[in-house]
């Protein structure tokens, strides 16, 4: 296995939305920080020569809110080139090669649809251009398990797995990988992280907007492949995970993969769907579409730390608020003491957000001041910081750890076909979805997957 820093980076998909809002800000990001300093070439279809792909790197760098510095936009642009080319045509990879020039060992980051992952695979091994080099793809990897397995196969007739990268910007969000730090780093947590003290978790990615005009591409995914698929059971995972032996990247990816193996597929009879009232009249939206915009499920884990404890996972467009959340909920004191026979205390919860704002809250139970002995709940919170300004979010992270060799924060093959394992069944036999209103929280008919003495917990307008 090749191992070490790169010294070329191929950039497909150049000239599309990827590029512009996410990629560029970060090639900046890593020229201020002194960590890019390789040719990087940009590949489109689109015509156009170095001076045109500058002028986009120009735009989408002042777009991001970054306030360029000459000096490291120069150092940014002066080895920054661009390849025109249809992606079938092997004269467009002999151009790369020769813009590379004594580059051998490169990563080649393929922000292009799946569908064309084929052509850019064999277009690269035919350049030479995979003998020792990475390549990081985007998600969705796969539809379903039947595609997710076929690109495999694709992309590894040239590639072996310890050099693909599976890039999901979730895992470099700062306040994601807070959570192994949470886990591991304070020993007052591990002695209840387990089915004994922990009564449920619920994991929530709320949107409070529809499709904004993405009607034509949404229709084709749908909430469940969007991001429970991804960054729900990536959540799932981090918080259920076991301390991993080593900080080696195979030894962290191992944990998360163990998790995700242990937990039972989803059934129809534990999982909702729903579609905000509107979203038929969205542009692009196919008549009479039954594509979900709302879905929950609950889950079981079954392992010894946590068999018997639901994982209740929901994610939704047209909602009540902007809010990504997850809050682990411990089980009520064996009696009740300090409150009224009809006001039991409430349990304490630990809850983990990171938007619209990075923080932590702990709520317990303190004596409500007055005469009386009776307890309230208490929330203490702690903020973080931003993740460093504009640019330095997590592509700034991923790519820059897919240039150093570390694919820590990468999904692996095994992995992500465990997780089209486990929501496989509610893609192929699943209930209708059924309307609910906008800037609520979805269909009520969701309330059924949390029992009848639970209740949903979300605290994304405070």
């Known amino acids: 296995m090749t191992t070490g820093p790169a010294d070329a980076l191929i950039l497909f998909g150049i000239t599309g939305d990827l590029a512009r809002t996410r990629l560029f800000p970060a090639l900046y990001a890593l020229a201020s920080s002194g960590d890019l300093d390789i040719p990087v070439v940009g590949v489109g279809r689109t015509e156009g020569d170095d001076a045109d792909l500058r002028r986009r790197a120009e735009q989408a760098v002042t777009e991001a809110g970054i306030e360029i510095d000459p000096t490291v936009f120069e150092r940014l642009t002066q080895d920054l080139c661009y390849v025109s080319g249809d992606y079938r045509d092997p004269a467009t990879y002999d151009a790369i ?8 060992f490169s990563v080649s980051y393929l922000a292009v649809p799946p569908s064309l992952f084929d052509e850019v695979v064999r277009g690269l091994a035919g350049a030479g251009l995979a003998r020792d080099g990475r390549l990081v793809v985007e998600k969705p990897f796969g539809r379903d398990t039947a595609s997710a397995t076929e690109l495999n196969e694709i992309i590894h007739r040239h590639y072996p797995e310890s050099r693909v990268y599976r890039i999901d910007h979730f895992l470099g969000k700062e306040a994601v990988q807070n959570l192994m730090v949470y886990r591991f780093s304070n020993t007052i947590l591990e002695p209840i992280w387990n089915r004994h003290y922990i ?12 499709v904004n005009g993405r009607g034509s591409f949404y229709d084709s995914v749908g909430a469940l492949r969007d991001v429970v698929q991804n960054h729900l059971l990536e959540l799932m995972s981090l918080l259920a995970m076991e301390p991993p032996v080593s900080d080696k990247p195979d030894a962290l990816r191992d944990e998360r993969v163990k998790v995700l193996t242990a937990t039972k597929a989803m059934s129809p009879q534990n999982i909702v769907r729903g579609q905000y009232l509107g979203y038929l009249d969205e542009p692009g939206v196919e008549p009479g ?23 209740i996972l929901r994610a939704g467009k047209g909602l009540a608020s902007t809010v990504t959340e997850t809050v682990v909920e411990f089980n009520r004191p064996p009696r009740m003491l300090f409150a009224a ?3 039991a205390p409430g349990p304490n919860r630990i809850a983990f957000r990171s938007k619209p704002q990075d923080r932590v809250t702990l709520s317990m139970q303190a004596k409500r001041s007055g005469s009386e002995m009776v307890s309230e709940a208490v929330d203490l919170a702690l903020l973080h910081e931003e993740d460093g300004g504009p640019g330095r979010g ?28 486990i929501v496989q069944p509610a893609l192929d036999d699943h209930p209708a979805a059924v309307s609910y209103e906008r800037d609520t929280w979805g269909p009520p008919k969701a309330d059924s997957l949390l029992g009848d003495d639970w209740e949903w917990i979300t605290n994304g307008d405070s």
Not at 97 to 104: H, Y
Not at 199 to 210: D, H, S
């Open 341 to 343: 026979a009809d006001a």
């Open 394 to 421: 997590p592509y700034y992270r991923l790519l820059g750890d897919a240039l150093r060799g570390d694919p820590s924060l990468f999904a692996r093959e095994d992995g992500v076909m465990e997780a089209w394992r």
């Open 289 to 311: 579409s039954d594509t979900e915009t709302f879905f929950a499920a609950r889950l079981e884990i079954d392992s010894w730390r946590w068999a018997g404890v639901p994982w």
């Open 97 to 104: 090669t020769e813009r590379l020039g004594a580059g051998t």
């Open 199 to 210: 009564r449920g978790v619920q994991i929530t990615l709320a949107e409070n907007f529809g």
